[in-house]
């Protein structure tokens, strides 16, 4: 398994600002992967960040908005942009190192908008 | 594309009952599957996994799951249920070649004494 920590834990933020959520891994991993979990929701995946290359995001999600960074095999960074109250959420940093696809759940960011 | 259905948005049984969580996946290939838990204000933790290999799968805190590939499903399920086992759950599938996961609506159970 992975140990993923992210940081901040938890974040309230004024409408209109923006936050950078990190994430760390403790080992090199290839593919990282950035998750949205809305109040009483399943989750969704926002994109799938490979080192060295831009993220490729999901359908309803775009770079203006949420715009990633991965500097490294074992970091990387979401950036929620001009937020509204529609983006509190818990978005959940994972990754994968086994060849069936499991993947591993960092603690996650509960960010509210007020 | 691949995609998972968790029939019953909320069940609940009684302390000691038999758990049974259903999940119906799509996939045109054959599928990874998954059984996550999230307890309240936690992430999520992964209970067990199809890869291929054998059909009937055991995971943690006793919880098993059926792969059934003639009715698509993989259905979760635990002989007797403890209070600590309320929780949500979710079952996923992995689309394609990407390691990335879909996952289905998750089931919130409730145990009762």
């Known amino acids: 398994s992975a140990v993923i920590s992210q940081k901040p834990s938890r974040d309230i933020c004024q409408r209109g600002t923006s936050l950078t959520i990190q994430c760390q891994v403790d080992?090199?991993?290839?593919?990282m992967f950035w998750y949205r979990q809305q109040p009483g929701q399943s989750l969704t995946l926002i994109a799938t960040?490979?080192?060295?290359?831009?993220?490729?995001?999901e359908s309803g999600f775009v770079i203006d908005k949420f715009p990633i960074s991965r500097p490294n095999l074992t970091f990387s960074t979401l950036t929620v942009s001009n937020m509204s109250p529609e983006d509190s959420s818990i978005y959940l940093c994972?990754?994968?190192?086994?060849?069936?696809?499991?993947?591993?759940f960092g603690p996650g960011t509960r960010l509210t908008v007020l | 594309a691949q995609s998972v259905t968790q029939l019953g948005s909320h069940v609940s049984v009684s302390e000691g009952a038999l758990v049974l969580l259903r999940c119906n996946y799509s996939?045109?290939?054959?599928?990874?599957l998954f059984w996550y838990v999230q307890y309240p204000n936690q992430g999520l933790q992964l209970l067990l996994k199809?890869?291929?290999?054998?059909?009937l799968v055991k995971g943690i805190n006793g919880f098993e799951a059926e792969f059934k590939k003639s009715e698509t499903s993989f259905h979760l399920t635990k002989p007797s249920a403890h209070m600590s086992d309320a929780a949500e759950y979710f079952c996923?599938?992995?689309?394609?070649?990407?390691?990335?996961?879909?996952f289905g609506a998750g089931t919130r159970l409730a145990v009762h004494p």
């Open positions: 994972t990754t994968s190192r086994a060849r069936e696809g499991t993947q591993y």
């Open positions: 080992s090199q991993v290839t593919m």
């Open positions: 960040a490979n080192q060295g290359s831009e993220a490729t995001y």
């Open positions: 996939s045109s290939v054959p599928p990874y």
């Open positions: 199809y890869t291929s290999a054998a059909t």
């Open positions: 996923a599938v992995r689309e394609g070649g990407y390691n990335k996961l879909i």
